[in-house]
């Protein structure tokens, strides 16, 4: 990986010394999603937008014993997908893309689910975050999501000054090595949800304390 100024050495290490800490606690984490494939996941993260990952959880066991692969999802009707995934919200619209990305599945890629990031983005509801959650824990693709956590604790760790999270995506791309881009997700994420929450970040007890520019923000 070719790293070409100063500015950009000393970020890299930056990244790393954060990666190598919340690994620490960490280790190497999984997807709390719970899937059986990669169409599987690609529901349940197409119904996580908003909602809580133990509340989509809950609903997927229930959607998936009706209807747990593409061509049986194609094939139930939407009024049906709605009544089950109405607790994760956004139920029509989500229960919209779920069906139409189902019957593409099924149309135009032989019922399995594409594995790159152009043909998955084509998908209704798929964006780059959702798709990198799929290559990158079905597919052992390489791909960092950025999602509300990763974007808030990017910024406060001074990695980034960008809400983008393409931006965000590049920079992480472009100077941590690529086998560690899907577990350096997860460790965010899960730092972001266990210490580093929006409102009152729990500093004291932050591994990442001193790499902070932010700490001991309220």
Known sequence: MAVKSAKERRLAEHLR?????????Y??????????DAFQLLVAV???????????????????????DA??????????????VQPCGLHK????????????IRSRFGGAVPRTME????????GRKS????????????????DTHVRRLMNRLGAVATQDPEKIEAVVNALVPPELWTNFSHLLITHGRRVCHAGRPECAKCVLNDL?????IR
């Open 17 to 25: 010394l954060i990666h190598d800490r919340l690994y620490g606690v």
């Open 27 to 36: 280790g190497d984490c999984t997807c709390p999603l719970e899937h059986a």
């Open 46 to 68: 197409t119904l996580s937008a908003q909602c809580r990952d133990e509340r989509v959880n809950q609903v997927t066991r229930i959607l998936f014993s009706a209807a747990p």
């Open 71 to 84: 061509r049986s999802m194609a094939e139930m009707p939407v009024e049906r997908i709605e009544e089950i």
């Open 93 to 104: 619209a989500k229960s919209r893309n779920i069906k139409a990305a189902a019957e593409m």
């Open 119 to 126: 043909e998955l983005t084509s998908l209704p509801g798929i």
């Open 131 to 146: 798709a990198n959650v799929i290559l990158g824990n079905v597919f052992g693709v390489p791909g960092f999501p950025v």
């Open 212 to 216: 902070c520019p932010e700490k001991g």
